[in-house]
């Protein structure tokens, strides 16, 4: 069953080790020294070092990339009702998405996550200081092939990640899932017609599985399509519509984000709305504003608002999928507060307040001390 289901990426995979094998085994332009070689120095017999070891590190290291490397630190509170608190806890995350650039400058490449947490919706796990017990926990999520075709053409295959438009989680999926698919984009059409356009087909599943190793059979068992496109209306004006299928439920979903609107009190806008089209129809929103408050951008302050009802990913009385945790359904409003007094180290305080009737949290009150480490270790692993 596990070699029906990944015929298509397996087949991809073997081309694609064809393809490299030569390169990986070629020999460097110079012919590197026996390891007993010499060579005269001013008059001095002198040992060469072998350059062989040293041509294949820099092959490796050259080719890898850290999109992300992130570890943050959250004390979080929550609770379900006045006396039911279900969280008051200090939380870690270890997250990091990497390319390997396996043929010139990433036109192949390998990309993957990994992160700590156990299910669609969290990668936090406890610490231990509060009311859970400690809990270790880091899983490789997602890991996919990409191939980029000419200029504009995009393949990607395997444990891919989420295409959220201009949009946000508030409205799709929890930035933490996954999925296990296909997916073709397009970029550069202009003229009238979309900046982007993607199509993605895959299984949306396994909710509590997160090593995606595991997953990956279900690449055959299409639940869910996508097709997106982004145009950009300006300079600071973006704006996405897609169309979703979700097993056979379908949705459709706009976002636009201006970030420089003439508002003093808060230039940043983002508007998204999601409509349940099918099974049920149902519509939800979500908008944020967010501001500046220093040139330098080190102090920002926002709020957002969400309305999505309780029945907008649901089959029958299951549900089928998740957007943000920290939004979750119902009416919400809550307040941010971002300080980034250094490079690449920033901390947020964010807080939710649930303003109807839907089961799950009521209040939320988090604060996050997050390190962001990519360049630190691509400047290690490139010099």
């Not at 070689?37 to 001095?44: E, K, L, P, R, Y």
């Not at 806008?269 to 049920?280: F, G, H, M, P, V």
Request: net charge positive.
């Amino acid at each position: 069953m596990i070699h029906n289901h990944l015929g298509p990426f397996a087949a991809l995979l073997l081309c694609l080790s064809a393809a490299l094998r030569p390169a990986l085994h070629a020999e460097p332009a110079e012919q590197p020294q026996p390891k007993d070689a010499q060579a005269t120095v001013n008059g001095a017999s002198v040992a060469i070092t072998p350059k062989i070891k040293h041509d294949r590190l820099d092959f490796f290291s050259h080719r890898i990339q850290f999109l992300t490397a992130d570890s943050l630190t959250q004390f979080r509170y929550m609770d379900s009702a006045p006396r039911k608190v279900t969280a008051r806890d200090e939380y870690y995350k270890i997250s990091t998405r990497v390319q390997i650039n396996l043929v010139g400058d990433g036109i192949t490449y390998l990309q993957a996550r990994g992160e700590s947490g156990r299910s669609f919706t969290s990668s936090y796990d406890y610490t231990g200081i509060g009311v859970h017990h400690p809990y270790w926990s880091f899983n490789l999520k997602s890991l996919y092939l990409g191939q980029k075709i000419g200029q504009h053409l995009e393949a990607q295959a395997g444990g891919i990640e989420y295409d959220q438009g201009v949009g946000t989680e508030m409205t799709y999926n929890d930035n933490d899932g996954w999925l296990e698919g296909y997916r073709l984009r397009y970029v550069g059409l202009g003229h009238g017609l979309p900046d982007k356009v993607s199509v993605t087909v895959g299984y949306v599943g396994d909710y509590s599985q997160p090593n995606v190793l595991a997953r990956l059979p279900h690449m055959g068992d299409e639940n869910y399509v996508q097709v997106l496109a982004v145009e950009k209306l300006g300079k600071n004006r973006d704006l996405s519509v897609e169309f979703d299928s979700l097993q056979t439920i379908r949705y459709a979903r706009e976002a636009f984000r201006w970030q420089t609107l003439p508002i003093p009190v808060a230039p940043d806008l983002t508007l998204e709305a999601i409509i349940r089209a099918s099974d049920d129809p149902t519509f939800g929103w979500a908008g944020s504003l967010g501001r500046k408050l220093d040139k330098k951008a080190r102090f920002r302050a926002g709020m957002f608002y969400s309305d999505m009802p309780k029945g907008m990913f649901q089959r029958g009385r299951a549900q089928i999928f998740w957007n943000g945790d920290s939004y979750a359904l119902g009416k919400r409003v809550g307040p941010s507060f971002r300080v980034a007094p250094f490079r690449d180290f920033d901390v947020t305080l964010w807080g939710s307040d649930r303003l109807d009737r839907t089961p799950g949290t009521r209040y939320r009150g988090q604060i996050t001390v997050h390190y962001q480490l990519a360049s630190l270790l691509n400047r290690s692993v490139h010099h």
